[in-house]
């Protein structure tokens, strides 16, 4: 979080956002916290993943996206784990 530029509030925040977007594009029910988690997490898992392949997302519109496409990638993992 450190690396995009951004504080632990801000992480917070963008993280809940992200994560909310995520559960409204991918039509789950889940709490507030849930949401800051995936986002947080989903941001993590995201930039690890485009950073295989030499994309970097800074800043705090790169947190979002990367959160957003990580808490997608999160909830689409648990539903094939439920399954």
Do not use: D, H, P, T
Not at 45 to 71: D, K, T
């Amino acid at each position: 979080m450190e690396q995009a530029g951004i504080g632990w509030l801000a992480a917070i925040i963008i993280g809940g956002i992200a994560g909310w977007l995520a559960e409204q594009f991918m039509k789950s029910n889940m709490g507030v916290l849930m949401n800051i988690l995936l986002g947080i997490v989903g941001a993590i898992v995201a930039n690890a993943i485009l950073g295989a392949f030499g994309i970097m997302l800074g800043g705090w519109l790169g947190y979002l996206i990367a959160g957003f496409i990580g808490a997608c990638i999160l909830i689409a993992l648990g539903r094939l784990i439920r399954r």
